[in-house]
């Protein structure tokens, strides 16, 4: 969604960097760009002017002008500013003391409040709650019906005694969750109601009614980010009329502008709090607005994707990945591991979205882009049509093995032998960096072992000068060695000092003093 606001920005930083002084046509001219960018996003004129005024200002300031690279001094600001638009620091929900929490989701129609309910509800059990769906949408068709598969497809309860479709009372139905909320001891009620538009008065007064009777713990208003400035109309009149506490991107994953994420919060006065960027269930998270600015900014998201690691794998499995890599040569690390790993993988999601958050991955856009998914599909239904000899020992797949391994996954027979040649080079690679080797042309990834040349050579070293045959020299070079030790002994200690001395003549740091006897 931000990729033409990326580039614009990634090009006006491109002509700050190399210049040892930023001049104030230097600081102009980058800002004029970025005001440019700003508005081609579809971001309100109002945030526009601030945010640009804000970057001026600090940037004619001390911190640029007598910085040491003044450009990213310049970038860290521009950051910074980003980062303050888009909400500050991140939010987060706010239980009930007592009760199960209420969470009321309220927007316009098509913003996918149904869908976003489902996402909710599976984020929240993934955090230890246990969440029930309540379905108040008794206006739009089959409103009910698809709540129910959504709920069944996250894994959590749905609460829907009304069959919809213009059917039912809305507000009885949020009074009545509560009670079986309560009877069932389910801790969250995701309310989901009837999409509205700001000028539909008789809906914003149905969403007014829900909230007096249940007295929701948040709402949060659901917002299709492609929508543009509609959106940020929409919930202004929305924040007068009912009232929210916090928004929810929807379609963060569509090719718009994204000017309505960069202006919804700074213009309600409400924080960003999720957003869903896909269709799938997974495809939801906690918003972070510096994160997100590091996106933005082409800086990546490292910290995201380490979350995802940290809920797809555990550390069980990994220690043992570890040590069959650092085993000889990792060959203990079969191909059975290697179609486990990319499972595991493929289960944090998407692998362009992956590498998306990776720093530097915006030069390669591109290229990402073009990543076929199916990819990983074709190499798991390759290696599962091998025997199990063949996995656990691959160096056994002949001609025949390989037409009939590229005939039982319906691929080519060139497939099969480039796979088994990258699954070789890939171990080895891995098994290096286990064993502390680093990657090739690099050094031992410290604390994790040296290369075995470093060693031999260590150990070369150690050895000393060989010892002369000659019975006569032997003795003389013996006596030298014992008179140079006798001196060193006289001198003094190990590190020149005096033999006598004492730590407490000496005046050290107080945190060293603990170490001394």
């Known amino acids: 969604m931000f990729d033409t606001l990326s580039d614009r920005l990634a090009n006006t930083f491109k002509t700050l960097r190399g210049k040892g002084r930023l001049s104030e046509a230097d600081i102009d001219s980058a800002a004029r760009e970025i005001r440019i960018a700003l508005l081609e996003a579809d971001v309100a004129l109002p945030v526009v002017r601030a945010f640009i005024a804000n970057v001026k200002e600090r940037a004619r300031g001390v911190d640029v002008s007598k910085a040491l690279n003044p450009s990213q001094q310049f970038i860290k600001i521009v950051n910074q500013e980003l980062v303050s638009i888009l909400g500050g620091e991140t939010r987060r929900l706010r239980f009930a003391k007592s009760g199960p929490t209420v969470i009321m989701l309220a927007g316009l129609q098509g913003a996918g409040k149904t869908t976003l309910a489902g996402k909710l509800g599976q984020w929240l059990k993934g955090q230890g709650h246990s969440p029930l769906l309540v379905a108040c949408d008794l206006q739009r068709p089959n409103a009910v019906n698809q709540l129910a598969v959504v709920a069944e497809r996250a894994g959590v309860a ?148 380490i979350e995802k690691a940290e809920q797809t794998f555990s550390q069980e499995e990994a220690a043992k990945m570890a040590s069959k890599l650092a085993s000889s040569k990792g060959k203990d690390f079969t191909l059975d591991d290697f179609l486990a790993q990319m499972e595991q993988v493929r289960k944090m999601g998407s692998i362009s979205k992956l590498l998306g958050m990776l720093p530097g991955m915006a030069q390669m856009k591109d290229q990402i882009n073009n990543i076929d998914e199916r990819d990983v599909d074709r190499t798991a239904a390759v290696i599962k049509s091998m025997t199990p000899a063949e996995r656990q020992d691959p160096t056994i797949i002949n001609g025949s093995r390989r037409a009939r391994i590229a005939k039982g996954s319906g691929v080519e027979v060139s497939a099969v032998k480039s796979l088994v040649e990258r699954f070789f080079e890939a171990r080895k690679m891995m098994s290096r960096m286990a064993q502390g080797g680093g990657m090739p042309g690099m050094p031992g990834i410290p604390g994790m072992g040296g290369g075995a040349g470093r060693q031999r050579k260590q150990q070369k070293q150690a050895k000393g000068k060989r010892k002369s045959g000659n019975p006569m020299k032997r003795k003389a070079d013996e006596q030298a060695a014992a008179v140079k030790r006798e001196q060193a002994a006289a001198q003094g200690g190990a590190f020149g000092l005096p033999a006598d001395a004492d730590a407490q003549d000496f005046e050290l740091p107080a945190e060293f003093k603990k170490f001394m006897g």
Request: aromatic letters at 6%.
């Open 158 to 305: 749905v609460y829907a005694p009304e069959p919809g479709n213009g059917v039912g009372d809305p507000v009885q139905v949020a009074q009545d969750s509560l009670e079986h909320a309560k009877a069932k001891q389910y801790d969250v009620v995701i309310v989901d109601t009837a999409g509205r538009l700001g000028i539909d008065q008789e809906l914003m007064r149905q969403a007014a009614d829900i909230r007096d009777a249940v007295s929701p713990d948040e709402i949060l208003f659901v917002v299709d980010a492609m929508i543009g400035q509609d959106a940020v109309n929409t919930a202004e009149a929305f924040r007068d009329g009912v009232g929210f506490d916090g928004v929810v991107l929807s379609k963060l994953d569509g090719d718009a502008r994204g000017g309505a994420a960069l202006s919804i919060a700074h213009v309600t006065g409400r924080q960003i709090m999720f957003a869903s960027n896909g269709e799938k269930l997974d495809d939801f998270d906690a918003f972070h607005p510096d994160r997100m600015a590091s996106r933005i900014l082409g800086m990546g998201d490292v910290l995201s994707l």
